[in-house]
């Protein structure tokens, strides 16, 4: 049973060498290379601003879930560590690609599509849909949980695997560069269905679960007045309200981006006179 003392959690900021570097990376690679094509005569379409903004949204994001009071909260807090958790898997990846395009990707383009055929099934939709749930759903093993929370090397690995697993499955839905394993057709709904289903019935069962599952939080002080069960039962509702907004956000933005392609489609069939 947790110790019944109300207490004030630490909500602390925190700014740790290595995650920092790499935040500093992104955005310097990231606005070298926007200023670069800014410059150019198509500049405007390649390069627009709202990409930019887009993508600071998520540097933005990726700061908050490493560096914010998140962090602490969520070794005291399962909800906060939910929040971090679909940070990192959904909404960091999302705004990082969509702030990208064909030609703002064009210098690696040409490391990115040998590394993809030499990968083969590795970098195909199947695995990333594997690798997504299988991410959220071992990491939600009691053992490793406690372990993540406990361990500063084992969070990192967490952290790492949320991050990566998220990216790829995401950069088959909104890469900006033509795959090899592009889905067509109902593919983007069905690669979305199964994949938010199985990770949704996670978040019910942790919503519903009679009894707390963690003991790094069962064990612990009381915060906020929230019971552990309460806490627990408050971070599988985050992650099944999460997953459904985000699936169905997608899908619109696949159904309207369809739409757009399909316009372009016909006028260049127009201009071309077939």
């Given at each position: ?9 630490d909500a602390s900021w925190s700014v740790a060498p290595g995650p920092l570097l790499l935040v500093l990376l992104l955005l310097g690679a990231y606005g070298w290379r926007w200023r670069a094509v800014r410059r150019t005569a198509s500049g405007s379409r390649d390069a627009p601003v709202w990409r930019l903004l887009v993508f600071l949204t998520g540097v933005a994001a990726l700061a908050a879930a490493l560096f914010s009071p998140l962090d602490p909260l969520g070794e005291q807090l399962f909800a906060m560590h939910m929040v971090q958790h679909v940070l990192l898997l ?185």
């Amino acid at each position: 049973m947790g110790q019944l003392q109300l207490t004030t959690p630490d909500a602390s900021w925190s700014v740790a060498p290595g995650p920092l570097l790499l935040v500093l990376l992104l955005l310097g690679a990231y606005g070298w290379r926007w200023r670069a094509v800014r410059r150019t005569a198509s500049g405007s379409r390649d390069a627009p601003v709202w990409r930019l903004l887009v993508f600071l949204t998520g540097v933005a994001a990726l700061a908050a879930a490493l560096f914010s009071p998140l962090d602490p909260l969520g070794e005291q807090l399962f909800a906060m560590h939910m929040v971090q958790h679909v940070l990192l898997l959904d909404v960091v990846p999302i705004l990082l690609i969509l702030g990208l395009t064909k030609v703002l990707l064009r210098p690696v383009t040409r490391l990115l599509q040998p590394l993809e055929r030499q990968a083969g099934w590795w970098a195909g939709p199947v695995f990333a849909i594997l690798l997504y749930i299988g991410v959220m759903w071992i990491w939600h093993i009691p053992a490793l949980y406690d372990a993540a929370v406990e361990s500063s090397t084992v969070h990192i690995l967490e952290h790492l695997s949320f991050t990566f697993g998220g990216a790829l499955y995401w950069w088959h839905l909104l890469s900006p560069i033509r795959s090899r394993h592009a889905l067509g057709g109902l593919g983007p709904v069905v690669y979305m269905v199964v994949t938010k289903v199985l990770v949704g019935i996670l978040g019910i069962f942790l919503t519903f679960a009679p009894r707390p599952l963690y003991d790094v939080y069962a064990e612990g002080p009381r915060y906020w007045g929230l019971s552990a069960l309460d806490d627990q039962t408050l971070a599988g509702a985050i992650m099944a309200i999460e997953q459904s907004v985000v699936m169905g956000i997608a899908l619109a933005y696949l159904f309207i981006r369809a739409l757009g392609e399909a316009d372009r489609a016909d006028e260049r069939a127009e201009r071309h006179g077939v």
